[in-house]
Nanobody
Framework: QVQLQESGPGLVKPSQTLSLTCTVS??????????WSWIRRPPGKGLEWMGL???????YYSPSLKSRTSISRDTSKNQISLQLSSVTPEDTAVYYC????????????WGQGTQVTVSS
């Protein structure tokens, strides 16, 4: 059973950088052919895909967030990380870590999500 657990600060001040970590168990983040995504849901809105890192370390980002987003991995810890810079209150959301098979349309495993609030 694959499990994903997001962690990080629940409150971030405007203009700061939001940093989250997804710890994966039950599978290696280097297993072919999976991609590990960050997705968020702002209050009252739909899901927004932010970006992904593939099993071989290639990253892809949403065009609307690309300038502020960085996704990386630590294979020794089996973790995926997200950094979102210059945050505003509009970045307040529940952030999810997700696994999806390469070329598949739907994810097969989700983390429980972590609430991040951007406020001074």
């Amino acid at each position: 059973q694959v499990q994903l657990q997001e962690s990080g600060p629940g409150l971030v001040k405007p203009s700061q950088t939001l940093s989250l970590t997804c710890t994966v168990s039950g599978d290696s983040i280097t297993t072919s052919y999976y991609a590990w995504s960050w997705i968020r849901r702002p209050p009252g809105k739909g899901l927004e895909w932010m970006g992904l890192i593939s099993y071989d370390g290639v990253t892809y980002y949403s065009p609307s967030l690309k300038s502020r987003t960085s996704i990386s991995r630590d294979t020794s810890k089996n973790q995926i990380s997200l950094q979102l810079s210059s945050v505003t209150p509009e970045d307040t959301a529940v952030y999810y870590c997700v696994r999806k098979g390469w070329g598949k349309t739907t994810a097969d495993y989700w983390g429980q999500g972590t609430q991040v609030t951007v406020s001074s």
